[in-house]
């Protein structure tokens, strides 16, 4: 074998251990998506029940979190729907950071 054909062999072994990590790292920020969203819903549930008010600072953290998952696919692999996504992620998380703002100043009055 030549050098080229020994870099090429190295090159696809190292892609093919390169896509199991790949995958689970998908799985991973997928399942901490779906454990914040129910976090956040509990959370809220509770605040809701317990101050009668809306709580929108687990909100914001939440939304904050998801469009910066989505940005980073976009970084990644350049497609226009993962910009489009956390986009409007990141107008949830400003306005879920608004309501909180209200509600603190609603406090401080």
């Not at 901490?32 to 129910?38: D, F, M, N, T």
């Not at 956040?40 to 979190?65: D, E, H, N, Q």
């Not at 996504?85 to 949830?92: D, I, P, R």
Request: aromatic share 10%; proline share 2%; glycine share 6%.
């Amino acid at each position: 074998m030549n050098r080229e054909e020994i870099l090429q062999a190295s090159r696809k072994e190292n892609q093919n251990r390169d896509l199991p990590e790949k995958e689970l790292l998908y799985l991973v920020g997928s399942h901490s998506a779906r454990v914040g969203a129910l976090l956040c819903c509990v959370v809220t549930l509770l605040g809701s029940v317990l101050a009668r008010k809306m709580l929108y600072g687990p909100w914001s953290i939440y939304f904050g979190m998801m469009a910066t998952q989505w940005l980073v696919r976009f970084l990644k692999q350049k497609r226009k729907t993962d910009l489009v996504v956390a986009l409007l992620f990141f107008a949830l998380m400003a306005a879920a950071f608004a309501g909180l703002v209200q509600r603190l100043w609603e406090v401080r009055l």
